[in-house]
């Protein structure tokens, strides 16, 4: 994936944010293809690695097919992101939330999934949430 | 926050009257935030039939009342042909950091969409 230049943006961003780490989570709820979401969201995590920020992703619903191995776009002619989450470690993101019940209710188990996840029930994955400063959903 | 487009969806309208509540009861607004098809609250280019609420230039004028920072995402409104030209004034473009930004600054991030 690639990202325009100078997408940082904010005169002054380094002195006014420099020394706050805010726990900001990601969450993805969406099929990653269909719709934009999963694609917008990942562009917004990758901006906020650059952030030194505290950094997790959820996945739930159809979010958990975003990490769903073997994916390929070529037949629908849209470009497959998924190998961007292999990517994430080197941002050192790292945090990867995936709800169980969303696993199992479509049939996949951790192993089909193309990174190292955390998966936990829906209540841990609520209790993370809550432990959050910023929460973002898209 | 807002990710969808005026119109089609609620959630533009939904973030402008909250806005409109959150500064009625004092609160402070650093950033308000358009992303996914949210970019198309920020064309110039909208035309509603008259006995419609112009939810373009409603925002620029709320901006305009109470100084407010509408920042549209260059990136996804590139994706979506939005650029200066048909930029509504009391909108700028700018970069997802602008979005980070605000979560790391403001005491809450609100997120209109679906």
Redesign the interface.
């Known amino acids: 994936m690639s990202?325009?230049g100078?997408?940082?943006?904010?005169m002054d961003?380094e002195e006014?944010?420099s020394g706050?780490v805010?726990k900001?989570m990601f969450v993805n709820r969406k099929a990653p293809h269909g719709t934009?979401?999963a694609l917008?969201a990942l562009?917004?995590v990758l901006?906020?690695a650059?952030?030194d920020?505290d950094v997790s992703l959820a996945f739930l619903d159809d979010g958990v097919y975003q990490l769903a191995k073997g994916q390929d776009t070529k037949p629908i002619e849209v470009k497959n992101f998924s190998p961007t989450y292999r990517a994430l470690e080197g941002y050192d993101i790292e945090k990867l939330y995936v709800e169980r019940e969303s696993l199992e209710a479509r049939g996949l188990t951790e192993d089909q999934l193309i990174v190292p996840v955390e998966v936990m029930s829906g209540e841990e994955l609520a209790r993370r949430m809550e432990e959050q400063?910023?929460?973002?959903?898209? | 926050?807002i990710?969808e487009g005026p119109y089609s969806h609620q959630a533009s309208d939904t973030a402008y009257q909250f806005a409109k509540a959150a500064l009625a009861k004092g609160h402070q607004i650093h950033r308000v935030f358009f992303?996914?098809d949210g970019v198309n609250n920020a064309t110039k280019l909208t035309e509603p039939p008259q006995d419609d609420r112009h939810i373009v230039n409603r925002w620029a004028k709320l901006a305009e009342e109470h100084g407010l920072d509408l920042v549209v995402c260059?990136?996804?409104g590139?994706r979506r042909g939005l650029v200066e030209e048909n930029l509504a004034p009391g909108f700028r473009i700018?970069?997802?950091?602008?979005?980070?930004?605000s979560?790391?600054?403001a005491d809450r991030?609100v997120?209109f969409?679906?």
């Open positions: 990202e325009q100078g997408e940082k943006g904010g961003l006014e944010t706050v805010k900001f934009i979401y917008e562009e917004v901006i906020s650059a952030f920020q400063d910023v929460v973002i959903g898209c | 926050m990710n992303y996914n260059v990136a996804a590139l700018s970069g997802l950091g602008q979005l980070v930004e979560g790391i600054q991030l997120v969409g679906d």
